[in-house]
Protein backbone atom coordinates (compact mmCIF):
# COMPACT_ATOMS: atom_id res chain seq x y z
CA UNK A 1 0.00 0.00 0.00
CA UNK A 2 1.09 3.47 -1.12
CA UNK A 3 -0.46 5.23 0.90
CA UNK A 4 -2.01 6.99 -1.31
CA UNK A 5 -5.97 6.90 -2.19
CA UNK A 6 -8.06 7.57 -5.26
CA UNK A 7 -11.43 7.12 -5.52
CA UNK A 8 -13.55 5.59 -7.46
CA UNK A 9 -11.78 2.96 -8.84
CA UNK A 10 -13.87 2.78 -11.47
CA UNK A 11 -16.53 5.43 -13.35
CA UNK A 12 -17.93 4.00 -16.23
CA UNK A 13 -19.65 7.29 -18.05
CA UNK A 14 -21.67 8.76 -21.28
CA UNK A 15 -20.05 11.37 -23.58
CA UNK A 16 -20.38 14.55 -23.26
CA UNK A 17 -20.76 14.03 -19.05
CA UNK A 18 -18.51 15.70 -16.62
CA UNK A 19 -16.40 13.55 -13.51
CA UNK A 20 -14.28 14.34 -11.15
CA UNK A 21 -11.92 12.05 -9.81
CA UNK A 22 -10.49 12.12 -6.00
CA UNK A 23 -6.82 11.81 -4.90
CA UNK A 24 -5.68 11.84 -0.95
CA UNK A 25 -2.04 11.93 -1.15
CA UNK A 26 0.51 10.14 1.75
CA UNK A 27 0.30 11.29 5.01
CA UNK A 28 2.58 14.73 5.35
CA UNK A 29 3.56 14.95 0.95
CA UNK A 30 2.54 18.67 -0.28
CA UNK A 31 2.57 17.89 -3.82
CA UNK A 32 0.59 15.80 -5.67
CA UNK A 33 0.90 14.85 -9.51
CA UNK A 34 -1.94 13.36 -12.01
CA UNK A 35 -0.93 11.04 -14.36
CA UNK A 36 -3.02 9.39 -17.34
CA UNK A 37 -1.95 5.90 -18.77
CA UNK A 38 -3.66 5.04 -22.37
CA UNK A 39 -2.71 2.35 -24.65
CA UNK A 40 -2.49 4.98 -27.52
CA UNK A 41 -0.29 7.50 -25.35
CA UNK A 42 1.21 5.22 -22.60
CA UNK A 43 1.67 7.31 -19.29
CA UNK A 44 1.77 10.83 -19.68
CA UNK A 45 1.94 13.77 -16.90
CA UNK A 46 -1.16 16.06 -17.00
CA UNK A 47 -0.46 18.46 -14.14
CA UNK A 48 0.89 18.92 -10.47
CA UNK A 49 -0.01 20.61 -7.41
CA UNK A 50 2.35 21.81 -4.40
CA UNK A 51 0.70 22.96 -1.29
CA UNK A 52 -2.56 23.98 -3.00
CA UNK A 53 -1.12 25.84 -5.93
CA UNK A 54 -0.36 24.47 -9.43
CA UNK A 55 3.37 23.81 -9.99
CA UNK A 56 3.42 22.43 -13.77
CA UNK A 57 1.22 21.21 -16.23
CA UNK A 58 1.79 18.66 -19.10
CA UNK A 59 -0.51 17.34 -21.51
CA UNK A 60 -3.47 18.29 -20.09
CA UNK A 61 -6.73 19.07 -22.38
CA UNK A 62 -9.02 22.23 -21.75
CA UNK A 63 -11.49 20.17 -20.54
CA UNK A 64 -9.71 18.93 -18.01
CA UNK A 65 -8.94 20.84 -14.46
CA UNK A 66 -7.49 20.24 -11.02
CA UNK A 67 -7.28 21.86 -7.85
CA UNK A 68 -5.51 21.30 -4.00
CA UNK A 69 -7.11 21.81 -1.37
CA UNK A 70 -6.22 23.09 2.06
CA UNK A 71 -6.35 19.07 3.27
CA UNK A 72 -4.34 18.55 0.69
CA UNK A 73 -6.45 16.38 -1.01
CA UNK A 74 -6.48 16.67 -4.82
CA UNK A 75 -9.66 16.50 -7.60
CA UNK A 76 -8.78 16.11 -11.21
CA UNK A 77 -12.45 17.42 -12.94
CA UNK A 78 -12.97 15.96 -16.47
CA UNK A 79 -15.98 17.48 -18.45
CA UNK A 80 -17.55 17.12 -22.13
CA UNK A 81 -16.20 13.62 -22.19
CA UNK A 82 -14.88 12.44 -25.47
CA UNK A 83 -14.53 8.31 -25.89
CA UNK A 84 -10.39 8.77 -26.08
CA UNK A 85 -11.05 10.17 -22.43
CA UNK A 86 -11.04 6.45 -21.71
CA UNK A 87 -7.96 5.54 -19.63
CA UNK A 88 -6.41 4.61 -16.49
CA UNK A 89 -6.30 8.15 -14.04
CA UNK A 90 -3.16 7.70 -11.57
CA UNK A 91 -2.25 10.31 -8.77
CA UNK A 92 0.88 10.54 -6.86
CA UNK A 93 2.37 11.97 -3.87
CA UNK A 94 5.62 13.42 -2.97
CA UNK A 95 6.99 14.88 0.32
CA UNK A 96 8.34 17.79 0.56
CA UNK A 97 11.73 17.42 2.05
CA UNK A 98 13.75 14.35 3.67
CA UNK A 99 14.95 11.15 1.55
CA UNK A 100 11.87 10.75 -0.04
CA UNK A 101 11.27 14.02 -1.58
CA UNK A 102 12.52 12.48 -5.32
CA UNK A 103 10.29 9.93 -5.11
CA UNK A 104 6.24 9.67 -6.01
CA UNK A 105 4.45 7.55 -4.86
CA UNK A 106 1.08 6.53 -6.80
CA UNK A 107 -2.00 5.32 -6.09
CA UNK A 108 -4.05 2.50 -7.25
CA UNK A 109 -5.68 4.19 -10.09
CA UNK A 110 -9.17 5.31 -11.34
CA UNK A 111 -10.24 3.78 -14.35
CA UNK A 112 -12.75 5.57 -16.83
CA UNK A 113 -14.52 4.07 -19.17
CA UNK A 114 -16.24 6.60 -21.02
CA UNK A 115 -19.04 4.93 -23.33
CA UNK B 1 12.20 17.48 -23.05
CA UNK B 2 13.11 14.56 -22.13
CA UNK B 3 12.61 11.73 -24.40
CA UNK B 4 12.87 7.65 -22.76
CA UNK B 5 13.21 4.94 -24.59
CA UNK B 6 12.50 1.33 -23.99
CA UNK B 7 13.26 -0.85 -26.83
CA UNK B 8 11.83 -4.29 -25.79
CA UNK B 9 8.04 -4.33 -26.08
CA UNK B 10 8.32 -7.98 -24.29
CA UNK B 11 11.01 -10.45 -22.57
CA UNK B 12 10.52 -13.52 -21.32
CA UNK B 13 12.67 -15.18 -18.60
CA UNK B 14 12.56 -18.83 -17.18
CA UNK B 15 12.20 -18.95 -13.50
CA UNK B 16 15.23 -18.31 -11.03
CA UNK B 17 17.23 -17.17 -14.33
CA UNK B 18 18.19 -13.12 -15.04
CA UNK B 19 17.07 -10.75 -17.30
CA UNK B 20 18.05 -7.01 -18.49
CA UNK B 21 15.87 -4.80 -19.45
CA UNK B 22 16.78 -1.88 -21.49
CA UNK B 23 16.14 1.68 -20.92
CA UNK B 24 18.16 5.15 -22.62
CA UNK B 25 17.04 8.67 -22.38
CA UNK B 26 17.79 11.94 -24.04
CA UNK B 27 18.68 14.54 -21.91
CA UNK B 28 20.80 17.94 -21.72
CA UNK B 29 20.37 18.37 -17.90
CA UNK B 30 23.64 16.89 -15.53
CA UNK B 31 21.30 16.30 -12.64
CA UNK B 32 18.38 14.07 -12.76
CA UNK B 33 16.56 11.22 -11.15
CA UNK B 34 16.07 7.65 -13.07
CA UNK B 35 13.04 5.48 -11.50
CA UNK B 36 12.07 1.55 -12.66
CA UNK B 37 8.63 0.86 -11.91
CA UNK B 38 6.56 -2.22 -12.08
CA UNK B 39 3.05 -2.36 -12.83
CA UNK B 40 1.19 -5.88 -12.04
CA UNK B 41 -1.84 -6.73 -13.28
CA UNK B 42 -3.24 -5.28 -10.74
CA UNK B 43 -2.48 -2.20 -12.56
CA UNK B 44 -0.49 -0.44 -9.22
CA UNK B 45 2.65 1.60 -10.12
CA UNK B 46 4.81 0.30 -7.74
CA UNK B 47 8.61 2.08 -7.51
CA UNK B 48 11.19 -0.75 -7.85
CA UNK B 49 14.37 1.25 -7.90
CA UNK B 50 16.11 4.64 -8.11
CA UNK B 51 19.10 6.41 -9.35
CA UNK B 52 20.41 9.64 -8.73
CA UNK B 53 22.59 11.23 -11.86
CA UNK B 54 25.51 12.38 -9.58
CA UNK B 55 25.67 9.15 -7.97
CA UNK B 56 28.21 6.90 -10.02
CA UNK B 57 27.71 3.52 -7.78
CA UNK B 58 25.27 1.46 -9.34
CA UNK B 59 21.60 0.99 -7.35
CA UNK B 60 21.19 -2.06 -6.06
CA UNK B 61 17.57 -3.02 -4.35
CA UNK B 62 17.62 -6.95 -3.48
CA UNK B 63 17.11 -9.18 -6.91
CA UNK B 64 16.91 -5.88 -8.55
CA UNK B 65 20.25 -3.98 -9.67
CA UNK B 66 20.75 -1.18 -12.51
CA UNK B 67 23.77 -0.51 -14.72
CA UNK B 68 23.33 3.36 -15.07
CA UNK B 69 25.91 4.43 -18.17
CA UNK B 70 25.79 8.62 -17.73
CA UNK B 71 27.87 9.19 -20.83
CA UNK B 72 25.55 6.63 -22.65
CA UNK B 73 22.57 8.05 -21.44
CA UNK B 74 21.64 4.45 -20.55
CA UNK B 75 19.97 2.89 -17.54
CA UNK B 76 19.27 -0.58 -17.80
CA UNK B 77 17.39 -2.76 -14.89
CA UNK B 78 18.53 -6.20 -14.15
CA UNK B 79 16.07 -8.64 -12.46
CA UNK B 80 18.58 -11.61 -10.71
CA UNK B 81 16.83 -14.89 -9.71
CA UNK B 82 13.16 -14.14 -11.54
CA UNK B 83 10.36 -15.10 -9.80
CA UNK B 84 6.99 -15.62 -10.86
CA UNK B 85 5.69 -12.18 -8.86
CA UNK B 86 8.36 -10.32 -11.06
CA UNK B 87 6.04 -10.92 -14.23
CA UNK B 88 4.49 -6.99 -14.88
CA UNK B 89 5.17 -4.48 -17.37
CA UNK B 90 8.14 -2.39 -16.37
CA UNK B 91 8.69 1.38 -17.06
CA UNK B 92 11.80 3.54 -16.82
CA UNK B 93 11.06 7.34 -15.73
CA UNK B 94 13.28 10.22 -15.77
CA UNK B 95 12.90 13.02 -13.44
CA UNK B 96 14.66 16.29 -13.50
CA UNK B 97 16.48 17.85 -10.96
CA UNK B 98 15.16 21.57 -11.54
CA UNK B 99 11.65 23.60 -11.44
CA UNK B 100 10.06 20.34 -13.78
CA UNK B 101 9.23 17.58 -11.37
CA UNK B 102 7.14 15.50 -13.53
CA UNK B 103 8.06 11.92 -14.49
CA UNK B 104 8.64 11.43 -18.13
CA UNK B 105 8.27 7.49 -19.07
CA UNK B 106 9.08 4.87 -21.91
CA UNK B 107 6.83 2.92 -23.04
CA UNK B 108 7.33 -0.24 -20.88
CA UNK B 109 8.14 -3.59 -21.39
CA UNK B 110 6.04 -6.51 -20.45
CA UNK B 111 8.04 -9.31 -17.96
CA UNK B 112 6.83 -12.98 -18.78
CA UNK B 113 8.19 -14.87 -15.89
CA UNK B 114 7.84 -18.85 -17.17
CA UNK B 115 8.11 -21.62 -14.73
Known amino acids: DSGVTQTPKHLITATGQRVTLRCSPR?????VYWYQQSLDQGLQFLIQ???????AKGNILERFSAQQFPDLHSELNLSSLELGDSALYFCASSAASGSAKNIQYFGAGTRLSVL | AQTVTQSQPEMSVQEAETVTLSCTYDTSESDYYLFWYKQPPSRQMILVIRQEAYKQQNATENRFSVNFQKAAKSFSLKISDSQLGDAAMYFC????????????FGAGTTVTVRA
Open chain 1, 27 to 31: SGDLS
Open chain 1, 49 to 55: YYNGEER
Open chain 2, 93 to 104: AYRSSFNDYKLS
